[in-house]
């Protein structure tokens, strides 16, 4: 069995690929949330809304196979990498 391609960061291009696309569902969860808790004036249906996102957040990591970690530690990668948030957000846009 072949080995998992890499890129120049040391990530499997694979978790890139997931990264990116979890990333772009993320950030519409992100939108929704941000949308709703604005029409909420109540702290409890706010909180209630938050941990809503949280968890849809997390079940789309699970859906794509990815850690909590490995998504923190690709995205912190990427802000220091051009190319690496360029594959990224071309796997966001594709939802791989």
Request: hydrophobic share 45%.
């Given at each position: 069995?072949?080995?998992?391609q890499?890129?120049?960061?040391?990530f499997?291009e694979?978790?890139?690929?997931?990264?990116g696309?979890a990333?772009?569902?993320i950030a519409r969860i992100?939108?929704?949330?941000?949308?709703k808790?604005?029409?909420?004036s109540?702290?409890?249906?706010r909180?209630a809304?938050?941990l809503d996102?949280?968890?849809a957040a997390?079940?789309?990591?699970?859906?794509?196979g990815?850690?909590v970690q490995?998504?923190n530690?690709?995205?912190?990668?990427?802000?220091?990498?051009?190319?690496?948030?360029?594959?990224l957000?071309?796997?966001?846009?594709?939802?791989y």
């Amino acid at each position: 069995m072949a080995p998992p391609q890499t890129n120049s960061t040391g990530f499997p291009e694979d978790l890139v690929h997931k990264v990116g696309a979890a990333a772009g569902q993320i950030a519409r969860i992100q939108s929704d949330f941000a949308s709703k808790a604005e029409s909420e004036s109540a702290p409890d249906a706010r909180a209630a809304l938050a941990l809503d996102a949280r968890a849809a957040a997390e079940q789309v990591l699970d859906e794509k196979g990815v850690s909590v970690q490995d998504y923190n530690a690709v995205l912190a990668a990427a802000e220091g990498d051009q190319a690496l948030e360029r594959r990224l957000l071309d796997a966001a846009r594709e939802g791989y």
